[in-house]
């Protein structure tokens, strides 16, 4: 497997990832101001599973350009 399939196939997850943090936050805020105290730890999560995902979508972009 090339270095772009193998970059494809873990920005799936990644994806998945980053699509089950937003729903964690999007649920959290409509129970608000039910666990009110999880909204930095949750959030966290989002930020991260994002940061991520674009940092690996710059990643493929680069390998596909070269």
């Known amino acids: 497997m090339s270095d772009i399939d ?3 196939a873990e ?3 990644l994806s998945a990832r ?3 943090a937003k729903m964690d936050l999007h649920d959290l805020s409509e129970d ?3 666990n009110w105290q999880q909204i930095p730890e949750v959030a966290a999560r989002a930020l991260d599973a994002f940061s ?3 940092a ?3 990643e493929l972009k680069q390998l ?3």
Do not use: D, N
């Open 6 to 8: 193998s970059l494809k």
């Open 11 to 13: 920005l799936k997850k």
């Open 18 to 20: 980053a699509v089950k």
């Open 32 to 34: 608000l101001p039910v």
């Open 52 to 54: 991520t995902l674009e």
């Open 56 to 58: 690996k979508r710059a």
């Open 64 to 66: 596909e350009t070269a």
